[in-house]
């Protein structure tokens, strides 16, 4: 790795501890000094800043008689690290800003080896190091290709689970761009070398887990965690009773299409004349949100028993949750940049889906296309995060694009119709008064008034109610204003 410029160092100083950053006022000892170097080599890899108070992030430097020893300690911690940890520089580096010395020790990221320091698995989790538990140890295994979970045998699964005429009309289609034709008429041998079956110690075979999820009759009897739940919410914070709400199961085409048809079910599309010419303005693009969800089913932790992927629409977003981490040696703000490298968590899945025309046409540069759909039509760009699981963030497109002419999905009345009708209704006044003037009118009038009433909220900015409810709990969330009161006595003041 480059040596750090003084400019790049003090940035990263100025932006504090995070994930990958530990800033220390002096060395500690080289036993806590391992655990850190391990919790960091089994996470994303990260910098340890020796000289540096992280509570108020002054530098306040190594003294001169104290460096060699700091970088002994360092040395020393990465030899207690089993199996051995390199450093990158392999040794730690001296900087000197503003007269004052820092030690700074750079751990590579790894997708290789699982680390421990004093019998123990370490992970940096957020800016804490702590211990793994047996089930994520099992987790980063299955990450780090030391442990394959799509390749192990399905939970009580026969022969007889798999639907062999969908065998059949997959190895089909691979026929007619191949030369396995003979592969019809030796399907468990074709199931075998595609990973979706395999033999036990007795000879007898197995499906695998993905041979269950991409072939079986019915996946989620023996892969419980593979469904899909799907949550139409009619706020902005799911404060309220959700308006529908649908459990997908089956295999991993039907959990996308499924997935799909939810989403298509309530976008609504918007439209403006050119000369003769109608364009369509959908509230989302639909390409990054079905991109997004082929994401999420194909590149999820299977591993994770009892975590579903969740697909909650609310008013203004959709956020895709898929359980599990990103892979080693990719960042948030790597997919944010669109810098990500092709790496696959379930490789056979993927390879699975990949043959099957209209699924995976951009295998290894979906979150790119991602984000240059969404800079094309103008839209929002998705949000990536993480903490326990993987997010992506899709936003609507703001109001002033969808007010000239709005069409709603027949059967998008069919349920919490007053809503519904509500909401469209609205899209008349939101068009000339945005969100953000309505919040600026709101917070004027409680400055001025001292609070402020949903019915007071209605009247000056000619909103329904339920809108004014969203918006005013908002700037609760947001910590701009506070409730006072209850039900329709309730009043929102100033914290």
Not at 10 to 24: N, P, R
Not at 52 to 57: G, T
């Amino acid at each position: 790795m480059p040596k750090l410029s003084d400019a790049t160092l003090l940035q990263i100083i100025a932006d504090g501890e995070t994930s990958t950053v530990e800033l220390k006022r002096a060395s500690p000892r080289p036993t806590e000094m391992a655990e850190r170097l391990c919790g960091m080599a089994n996470a994303q890899g990260g910098v340890i800043i020796v000289g540096v108070e992280d509570a108020d992030l002054k530098i306040i430097g190594i003294p001169n008689d104290r460096v060699a020893l700091t970088i002994d300690v360092i040395l020393r911690a990465t030899r207690q690290i089993e199996p051995k940890l390199l450093l990158d520089p392999p040794e730690p580096e001296i900087y000197e800003l503003d007269g004052k010395r820092l030690v700074v020790a750079t751990v590579p990221s790894n997708s290789g080896p699982i680390y421990q320091s004093s019998g123990v698995c370490w992970v940096r989790r957020g800016t804490h190091t702590i211990p793994l538990g047996v089930s994520e140890m099992l987790e980063l295994a299955n990450d780090r290709g030391l442990v394959s979970w799509e390749r192990q045998p399905a939970h009580k699964a026969t022969m007889e689970d798999i639907n062999m005429e969908r065998v059949k009309a997959y190895l089909g289609r691979r026929s007619e761009k191949s030369r396995s034709n003979g592969r019809l008429n030796h399907l468990e041998k074709a199931l075998v070398g595609l990973d979706c079956v395999t033999t036990r110690s007795n000879g007898e075979l197995v499906p695998t887990n993905a041979g269950i999820l991409f072939f079986g009759y019915e996946p989620q009897q023996h892969i419980l965690q593979s469904d899909v739940v799907c949550v139409l919410f009619r706020d902005e914070l799911s404060v309220g009773r959700y308006i529908d709400r649908k459990n997908i199961t089956g295999t991993i085409q039907e959990l996308i299409d499924e997935a799909e048809a939810f989403l298509n079910r309530y976008v609504a599309v918007g439209a403006r004349l050119e000369g003769w010419k109608r364009i369509d303005l959908p509230e989302y693009a639909i390409e990054v949100l079905r991109e997004a969800v082929v994401n999420a089913i194909i590149h999820r932790d299977y591993s994770r028993s009892g975590e579903s992927i969740r697909i909650f629409y609310y008013t203004d977003r959709i956020e895709i949750h898929s359980p599990g981490l990103l892979l080693p040696s990719i960042t948030v703000e790597q997919m944010e940049r669109g810098e990500v490298r092709s790496k696959l968590r379930n490789p056979v899945l993927a390879n699975l889906l990949k043959d099957v025309p209209g699924y995976m046409e951009r295998l290894g540069s979906g979150i790119r296309f991602m984000l240059s759909e969404t800079k094309r039509l103008g839209l929002p760009a998705p949000r990536f995060s993480e903490s326990s699981e993987f997010v992506v963030t899709i936003y609507k497109a703001p109001d002033k694009d969808m007010n000239e002419t709005r069409t709603v999905p027949a059967n998008r009345y069919r349920q919490g119709e007053f809503w519904e009708r509500e909401r469209v209704m609205d899209s008349e006044h939101l068009g000339s008064l945005d969100q953000k003037t309505r919040f600026s009118l709101a917070m004027r009038y409680v400055h001025e008034h001292d609070s402020i009433t949903n019915r007071e909220y209605r009247k000056m900015t000619n909103i329904s109610e339920q809108t004014a409810n969203r918006d005013l709990e908002t700037l609760v969330t947001q910590g701009k204003l506070k409730r006072v009161g209850k039900t329709r006595a309730r009043a929102y003041k100033l914290p």
